[in-house]
């Protein structure tokens, strides 16, 4: 019994399943949701302020706080960042 594990990990099996995207994507999309809404709680901005401040509906910035819609602009994104007086940093990773 030398070897703990046996088999695949689970982006391994994600992949086989055509599922790895998908999952990654919802990943991504809760970070970015939770991260705006913990900036929002230490500035002390409400939805309605933050909506304001971005020129946008309060219900395009319930999407965009929705953990599970990822279907997020970068254009939103970039909104909700300097309404908020942050920047976004991407970088694309080796695999």
Request: net charge positive; charged share 25%; glycine share 4%.
């Amino acid at each position: 019994m030398g070897k703990k594990n046996i088999g695949s990990n689970f982006d391994d099996f994600l992949m086989e399943q055509a599922m790895l995207e998908d999952a990654t994507a919802v990943a991504i999309k809760r970070v970015i949701a939770w991260q705006i809404a913990e900036e929002m709680k230490h500035q002390k901005i409400t939805k309605t302020e933050l909506a304001k401040r971005m020129h946008t509906s309060r219900a395009a910035l319930n999407r965009l706080l929705d953990e599970e819609d990822t279907s997020l602009t970068l254009t939103t994104l970039a909104s909700a960042a300097a309404a908020l007086g942050k920047t976004i940093n991407f970088k694309l990773a080796a695999a």
